[in-house]
């Protein structure tokens, strides 16, 4: 007879009480998101209420998300309702500045052992950056009784501990497809207000560096100049704009004061031998083929999520071969 210890007995307990608590919830079936992308939202409402058919489902829009609109269901009326945005955010059609706040499906029925599925679809704005979590609260109505799924944990607090947590989503970077043969920079073009990013890259590092260096281009297409401040990676201490010339026959390195500024109707490119990102303070060596999420910082545009393909060790594009390897620990610009 197989006998099983006490404590794998307890994990088990422990795990099917953790189910038994998601299925209570009101949740949302897809719990992952990129900036500057489309979200499908599917609301999931898994019992009634002690008994009690459903007979309301209102979710709330958070800002950042804009351009919200419901799916309609069968037996069911459907409301929202508008308002203005804390501030506009670029979309296909230009900036928008208000938009879809509450979606309200209305009078139907759900069984209290069944379960359903109510939908919007959405973009989720530049106002967030990988690592972010946003929150979309859902109120639930029966015939007695409303249950507003809406506590937001604070930080650092576990959200299995609410007792009526809101349907929380994360946001990743968007991933793309990596080759592990060749070199991979971000194939996306990334529009924050005027500026267009494209293809951030930076390189793989020795054994040993501490330091990286990051390009992208940027392109503004509005009428006033903005400056890029600095960049960040979660992999480094710190991020800053760097240019590099030629004096006397010697290449001089320095810290660009004040940001770099990119004019109206300029596109300015960050490569190697000229201005680059600079980021100091390595925790571990990027990967070729691994993309790194980080961010931009402008004067006006703000902080942009970006993600940083990886190239190899000296490679002097995102898609050129590598150069001669440098020595261990030795810098690349």
């Known amino acids: 007879m197989n006998r099983i210890s006490r404590p794998t007995i307890a994990a088990a307990v422990i795990v099917t ?4 608590a998601a299925l209570s919830h009101a949740v949302l079936d897809r719990r992952e998101a990129s900036p500057n992308a489309s979200y499908r939202g ?9 008994g ?16 919200a609109k419901p799916m309609p269901k069968p037996g069911w009326t459907l409301a929202t309702q508008k308002g203005p945005y804390a501030r506009a955010y670029p979309s296909y059609h230009g900036d928008v500045s208000e938009g879809v706040k509450t979606i309200t499906w209305s009078g139907g029925s759900l069984p209290d052992d069944q379960v359903d599925e109510f939908t919007f679809l959405a973009r989720v704005s530049d106002a967030f950056a990988p690592g972010a979590t946003i929150h979309f609260p859902v109120e639930q109505d029966c ?4 249950t507003r799924w809406s506590e937001i944990p604070a930080a650092g607090q576990d959200a299995h501990a609410l007792k009526f947590p809101a349907p929380a989503v994360m946001i990743v970077a968007a991933q793309g497809k990596a080759s592990s043969k060749a070199p991979v920079a971000a194939s996306s073009t990334v529009k924050a207000g005027d500026l267009t990013i494209d293809t951030p890259w930076m390189r793989a590092t020795p054994g040993g560096a501490t330091v990286a260096g990051g390009y992208v281009r940027i392109g503004n297409e509005g009428r006033q100049a903005d400056r890029l401040l600095s960049a960040s990676i ?14 006397g026959g010697v290449m001089k390195m320095a810290a660009v004061d004040g940001g770099l500024v990119i ?11 000229s ?22 910082t402008f004067e006006r545009a703000g902080t942009v ?16 071969p590598a150069a001669p390897e440098p020595a261990a620990g030795s810098h690349q610009h």
């Open 17 to 20: 009480l953790s189910v038994t």
């Open 42 to 50: 599917v609301v999931q409402i898994t019992h009634g209420c002690d």
């Open 52 to 67: 009690e058919p459903t007979n309301r489902v209102s979710v709330t829009i958070p800002e950042g998300v804009i351009g």
């Open 143 to 146: 015939a007695s009784k409303t």
């Open 234 to 247: 979660p992999i480094a201490a710190s991020g800053s704009i760097h240019s590099m010339t030629m004096e």
């Open 263 to 273: 004019r109206p109707g300029e596109t300015v490119e960050l490569k190697p031998g």
């Open 275 to 296: 201005y680059h990102l600079m980021f100091e303070g390595l925790k571990t060596a990027p990967k070729v083929g691994e993309p790194i999420s980080g961010s931009l």
């Open 305 to 320: 999520a970006v993600t940083f393909g990886v190239a190899p060790i000296g490679a002097r594009a995102p898609n050129a």
